[in-house]
């Protein structure tokens, strides 16, 4: 991000809980136009929590804008049409409707004058949901859904997009597939936040990191700056002390 991007999605003093129980606090980042952020962390460290509660699906506190508009305030769906949009852990698609239907589905979040060149975007970023229109999400291989949950988020113009574990579970030869998405989202000037545990793929499409323990924040830089594995190890450590 170049010093003068816009700011896209500022998040601050972000807490999650279930009841009572806090897990994660007092995370504070932000996101510019055409900007990677992978937050990193152990198993169980609170980042499938955090990017809940900053969508509006977990519980939390903190104060949470897009593009200077404050949305702490909202329910999850107004919030994905404030344009923050999340692809969460288990895909979230309709296993039963077909590719275009998904698509069509992802596209109502934007004006229904751009529906059908956004879902034209999808289907050039990964072709192969052109040649899969009419096939159902539950018959597509790993990481052929994956790329429809991603199409299917881009259908609907998100200003932020937030991807849990893309990877999971997908052979390399999808990594590629989805690192070249992301970048091209990215020059759009697209605002990404990236939990990932392949640290490697996160590295590679980095701009900035955060390292995340316990549900707080412990190491936050530029992607050059950190991280290789033993450093990172190293921080998860640290802090588990
Ligand atoms: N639905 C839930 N109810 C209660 N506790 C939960 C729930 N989901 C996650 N947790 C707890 O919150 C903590 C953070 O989990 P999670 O956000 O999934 O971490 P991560 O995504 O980093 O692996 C863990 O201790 C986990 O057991
Ligand atoms: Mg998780």
């Known amino acids: 991000m ?8 500022e998040c601050s003093g972000i807490s999650a809980r279930y009841g009572h129980i806090r897990v994660c606090r007092e995370v504070n980042f932000s996101v510019g136009a055409g900007e990677i952020v992978t937050v990193l962390g152990p198993n169980g460290a609170g980042k499938t929590s ?9 519980a939390g506190e903190g104060a949470i804008s897009v593009r200077g508009k404050s949305i702490d305030r909202l329910p999850a769906y107004r919030r994905a049409r404030a344009g923050l949009r999340l692809v969460p852990e288990g895909r979230g698609l309709f296993g039963t409707m ?21 879902i034209a975007k999808a289907t050039q970023l990964f072709p192969v949901l052109a040649d899969r229109m ?7 291989s790993g990481g ?16 932020v997009l937030m991807l849990d574990e893309p ?21 759009d000037g697209m605002g990404i936040v990236l939990v990932e545990q392949h640290h490697a793929f996160a590295a590679s499409v980095a701009d900035r990191n955060i390292v995340l323990v316990n ?20 921080s998860y450590t640290e802090s588990e002390i």
């Open 2 to 9: 170049t010093k003068h991007a816009e700011i896209l999605l």
């Open 50 to 58: 955090l990017l809940g509660s900053i969508a509006g699906i977990v």
């Open 98 to 118: 077909t590719v275009r239907e998904n698509l069509l589905l992802g596209s109502r979040l934007a004006p229904e004058d751009r529906r059908h060149e956004l």
């Open 134 to 140: 009419e096939q159902r999400a539950r018959d597509m």
């Open 144 to 159: 052929e859904q994956q790329m429809l949950a991603v199409g299917k988020a881009i259908a609907g113009d998100p200003t």
């Open 167 to 187: 990877t999971q579970g997908l052979a390399p030869q999808v990594f590629d597939i989805l690192r070249r998405a992301l970048e091209a989202l990215r020059n």
């Open 215 to 234: 549900g707080q924040i412990v190491h936050s830089g530029e992607a050059g700056q950190i991280l290789g594995r033993e450093a990172l190890m190293a």
